[in-house]
C-alpha cells in the first residue's frame, strides 16, 4: 500500500479503469492501481475530476489537500462512523477531568522518553556526542510528568523538557544545516522549514488514521479544545513527532540527502522549494515504513494507536501510550 503524494503542480489525477492515473499537459506521470493506494496527499494547485472523486468514496480512501508549504486545508473523507456510541465514550472521557489528567501524564511521560531515545541513538551513532547529562534530565522529566498534579504543570514540563531537548538536537546537526531554535510561522531557517513541513504531513497522517477508527479528531485530551483545531490528532501527534520527523531531518543532515539549493526565502521565512518538497516527502514515505519489523514501522504504529484509542473511548482498555524505543 502507498501514499500517493500529489506534488506537480497543474497536474490532474483522473481514473481509468480502476486506476489512478497522474497527468500533466497530456502526458501521464504515474499510473497506480487502486488496490495499491492506502491515501492521496493533494499539495497546491492539482485537481481532480469527478470520476477519480468518486472512485477514492468508493474505496473509503482519504484525500488531504493542502498548501505548497503543507498547511492542511481540508479533507475529503468518507461517511461518519456510525459507531455513535464510541464517539460518546470519547466525549464522556473528556469531561472526565480524572481521566483527561491521567491520559495527558501518560502522553507527555511517554513523548519524553521517545525524544530520550532519539538522542540516545544518535549519540550511539555519532563519535564526540556527549548527551548524558541531557539523558538523565529528559529521563526526570519524564518521571515528573507521570507524578503531575494538572495539565498545567505537565504544560511546564513539556515547555523545560523542550528547550533541554532542542539544544541536544541542535548539537547532532551536521553542515550546512544549523538550528538556533523552533520558529514555525514562517520557519526561520532550512531546519525549521523541514520541521514545520513534517510536523504538518504527520498531523495530516495521525488524523486520517483517527478518523478511520471512528474517533472524532477535534475532541483530544491534551490540547484544548479551540474552533478548527483536531486536538486529538495533535496529541496523538506528540508521541511520533520527534521520532518520526526530528529522526528524518538528522538523518538528512547526517547524510547530505537535501542541501540548501533545496529551499527558497519567500514571505519573510524560509521554505522547501518544490524539488525539496518532493525529495523530503520521498524520504518521509520511506521512514513511515522503512521496517519490515511491525513494531518498528511507524505508519503501522499510527494505525495501531488509533485503534487501541477507539478501544479506549469503548471502554474497553485503560490507555498505553506508543514509546519510542
Known sequence: MVVLYLTQQGASLRKKSRCLVVEQEGETLAEVPIIKVERVAVFGNVSLTTPAINLLLDEGIDVAFLSCHAELRGRLVGRLSKNVYQRLGQYNTFLAEKTRLEFTRRLISAKLKSCRRVLQRVGYRREGLDFDETLNTLDIYARRAEDAQSRAVLRGIEGHSAHCYFTGFAAALREPFSFEKRSKRPPADPVNA?????????????????????????????????????????????????????????????????????????????????DGRKD??????????????????????????????????????????????
Not at 477535534?218 to 483536531?230: E, S, T
Not at 519490515?292 to 498505553?320: C, I, P, T, Y
Request: aromatic share 14%.
Open 194 to 274: 523541514m520541521l514545520s513541513f513534517g510536523y504538518t504531513v504527520l498531523a495530516s497522517d495521525v488524523e486520517a488514521a483517527l478518523e478511520s477508527y471512528g474517533l472524532d479528531s477535534y475532541v483530544g485530551f491534551y490540547h484544548d479544545l479551540k474552533y478548527g483545531r483536531p486536538a486529538l490528532a495533535f496529541d496523538v501527534e506528540e508521541l511520533f513527532r520527534h521520532p518520526v520527523v526530528d529522526g528524518l531531518v538528522l538523518d538528512i543532515a547526517a547524510h547530505e540527502r537535501l542541501g540548501l539549493h533545496h529551499f527558497e526565502e519567500r514571505d519573510g521565512g524560509c521554505f522547501l522549494n518544490e
Open 280 to 325: 523530503f516527502l520521498r524520504y518521509y514515505e520511506t521512514r513511515m515504513g522503512q521496517m519490515d519489523d511491525e513494531n518498528r514501522n511507524f505508519r503501522k504504529s499510527v494505525f495501531a494507536q488509533a485503534e487501541h484509542l477507539a478501544r479506549v473511548a469503548a471502554g474497553k482498555a485503560q490507555f498505553e501510550p506508543y514509546v519510542y524505543h
